[in-house]
């Protein structure tokens, strides 16, 4: 192979009467160059993308929801007992949700109510520790013994209250007094706010003390769900096959990735659709090294014949004009290689680019994985190993008295 490198390489320096084919094979390079940096870049933002979704959403969301068909349910001590024995589970606590109006001085809005125990810990609410939760929503003496409630940040803003402020909660349980049907209401203080940037979360939920939420929609002892919380997001499918087995009808599980399934299925499509629209131009830099080697093919007719003259076989010739466009495409793969990566820790360590209020996050989010490099680098390479295959058969065909004769 040190006689077809040595050709090759020397085919790359091209003379001056050649510089046509020599500026060819540049733009070659730089094709390739610009569309591994391309989909390097744009692989990570969508990855970042992806990473930061999943993170706003566990931030707020249990990994595992163990539910009943019926609707609210009792007697989940038992089950709940069981669960806290899983190794796998670092937090599981029951959850009840429900539905209220929230009335301030100044206005009037819809409210999802979560009920949790504070004392399981601080997955529960995005940014508290337990020991603020059990705080912001015990009673206080300061407050007249009200029970505290903590607000997603936008729902704060929209009814105009902060920390300190009274609210009513108003919930579509009604019961029967000497007036008539009216509904179940409890007051409340703002205790806290919590932000966990997706809006859906932050306009429309609130946290109370589990005992009341009960007393709210009238669900006494009952809950809606556990909410689990296990020490791998990634293997919460594995862990319900293996140590969920007790749970049966009218109980079924959903998971994290269920719940959540059109958005990161849409995540996956869009980040697919890039690499394919993106690898467009790698094709087109790989169709400039075809065109490049073609070129070379009838520029070197004579050096061909007398290689073949000399003993040359059709593999080493076919070799020659191999090696010469695997070079410019290696080349091209490691410049576009490097500068993506480069431009991605620049975007990530100085969030250069700022964007507007209307997407959930204030700069690109970045997360560069080695396996999407490895995928992109490898792809590249091969795209333009298979691009030097057509040039260099003909050329590996050529009959050598023939060229010799009309070259």
Request: overall charge positive; hydrophobic content about 50%; glycine content about 8%.
């Amino acid at each position: 192979m040190t006689v077809e490198f040595f050709i090759a390489g020397k085919y790359l320096r091209a003379k001056r009467k050649e510089g046509f084919i020599s500026l060819i094979t540049f733009l070659s390079v730089a094709g390739v160059m610009v569309g591994v940096m391309a989909l390097v870049i744009v692989i990570a933002v969508m990855s970042g993308a992806e990473t930061q979704f999943r993170q706003r959403i566990l931030g707020l969301e249990p990994h595992i929801l163990v539910m009943n068909f019926k609707g609210s349910y009792g007697d989940y001590g038992p089950m709940l007992a069981s669960l806290e024995k899983n190794p796998h589970i670092k937090v599981a606590s029951p959850i009840l949700f429900g539905q209220a109006m929230i009335r301030t001085n100044l206005s009037f809005s819809g409210v999802m109510v979560r009920g949790i125990i504070p004392e399981n810990g601080s997955a529960l609410v995005k940014d508290f520790t337990k020991g603020q939760l059990e705080t912001a929503l015990g009673k206080s003496a300061e407050n007249n013994d009200l029970p505290g409630i903590i607000l997603g940040k936008e729902l704060a803003n929209s009814v105009g209250v902060i920390k300190g402020d009274k609210i009513i909660l108003m919930s579509s349980k009604s019961f029967i007094s000497p007036i008539g049907q009216i509904p179940s209401m409890k007051r409340f203080v703002v205790q806290g706010t919590f932000e966990s940037g997706m809006a859906e979360y932050d306009s429309i939920l609130a946290y109370v003390h589990l005992d009341q939420a009960q007393q709210l929609i009238s669900a006494k002892d009952k809950i809606s769900a556990i909410g689990i919380w296990v020490d791998d997001v990634f293997k919460v499918k594995q862990i319900q096959k293996d140590y969920f087995g007790f749970i049966e009808y009218p109980f079924y599980i959903r998971d994290w990735m269920d719940i959540n399934q059109s958005l990161f299925s849409a995540l996956k499509l869009e980040k697919t659709a890039m690499f394919i629209i993106l690898t467009l131009i790698i094709l087109v830099a790989a169709f400039n090294i075809a065109s490049a080697l073609i070129m070379m093919v009838m520029e070197k007719t004579k050096d061909i014949a007398v290689l073949k003259a000399m003993g040359a076989t059709h593999t080493m010739i076919r070799r020659i004009f191999i090696i010469k466009g695997m070079i410019i495409g290696f080349l091209g793969t490691l410049m576009g290689t490097v500068s993506g990566v480069v431009v991605c820790f620049f975007l990530k360590k100085y969030d250069f680019i700022k964007l507007p209020d209307a997407y959930p996050f204030s700069t690109l989010p970045i997360q560069l994985e080695y396996m999407d490099v490895l995928i992109i680098s490898v792809s590249a390479i091969l795209i333009c190993f298979i691009s030097t295959l057509y040039p260099s058969y003909k050329a590996s065909k050529m009959d050598p008295v023939e060229a010799i004769r009309y070259g």
